[in-house]
């Protein structure tokens, strides 16, 4: 749960990225038109850092209810631990069926946790259900196609040594790469499905776009406010209002 928080602070690409995300969303808030009192959830709060920063830059006003959700107990534990005024943290798996939303919210964040999922699709639905009518929906996910997806791929071999063994299990690494190159279909090399996955790895956001649009933007459910890609285009944000 730690390490998620190191990711923000020091010299490394890796933090020049999520530094980067982090004042996309902060755009993205000034953008949204939020009162002076509500309710706030964050799914896939990891240890509370983002919540903490909000509480400190952006929803000061003890008006504001603040909620994370994770799958992992450590990182509920940690977030906990921080003693977040007003923020209460509860275990949530978006990937579960039988786990829905306690409650609609005025504000909901995702960010960079549909990616680790075992079915984002399901996740999507989860916080859709979880914006109440007239709320706002903000979701950051990478981008792991193309040229990003290339420099992410080796960088974190050679910047991180990290190694994919867990996502490939046995299977070479060759037919990846040339999808990359070719830029193919990424969603393939996560068949078999698993419950989660560690990895960005097979993370397609061209096809999980393609589902974004379909599901809530085509439907009239959800009016899309803000589309961009900070960190250099190896991310994406979107910034949504639930109609009604």
């Known amino acids: 749960p730690v390490d998620h928080e190191k990711s923000y602070h020091g010299l490394s690409l890796r933090a020049f990225f999520h530094r980067a995300r982090l004042r996309a969303i902060f755009e993205s808030l000034r953008r949204a038109a939020l009162g002076e009192a509500g309710r706030l959830a964050d799914f896939g709060c ?3 850092f983002i919540l903490a920063e909000l509480r400190a830059k952006r929803f000061p006003h003890p008006g504001w209810e603040l909620w994370g959700f994770d799958h992992a107990p450590p990182h509920i534990d940690a977030a906990r631990q921080r003693g977040i005024p007003g923020a209460r943290f509860e275990p949530f798996d978006l990937d579960l069926p039988e786990d829905e939303p306690v409650s609609e919210f005025e504000l909901v964040l995702c960010l960079e946790t549909l990616e680790h999922t075992g079915n984002y699709r399901i996740g999507l639905g989860k916080l859709a259900r979880a914006t109440r009518p007239g709320g706002y929906l903000i979701i950051s996910v990478p981008n792991e196609r193309g040229l990003p997806g290339l420099l992410k791929f080796f960088g974190r071999k050679l910047l991180m040594q ?31 499905p698993r419950h989660g996955w560690g990895d960005h790895l097979g993370f397609d956001i061209l096809r999980f776009e393609a589902f974004l649009d379909a599901t809530l933007l085509a439907t ?20 949504l209002r639930r109609r009604g």
């Open 46 to 48: 990891s240890n509370g």
């Open 162 to 192: 990290k190694s994919y063994d867990n996502f490939f299990r046995g299977r070479p690494q060759g037919p990846y790469v040339r999808a990359l190159l070719s830029g193919e279909d990424l969603e393939p090399f996560r068949d078999p």
């Open 220 to 239: 009239g459910s959800f009016e899309l406010i803000l589309r961009c890609r900070p960190a250099l285009g190896f991310g994406r944000l979107y910034l």
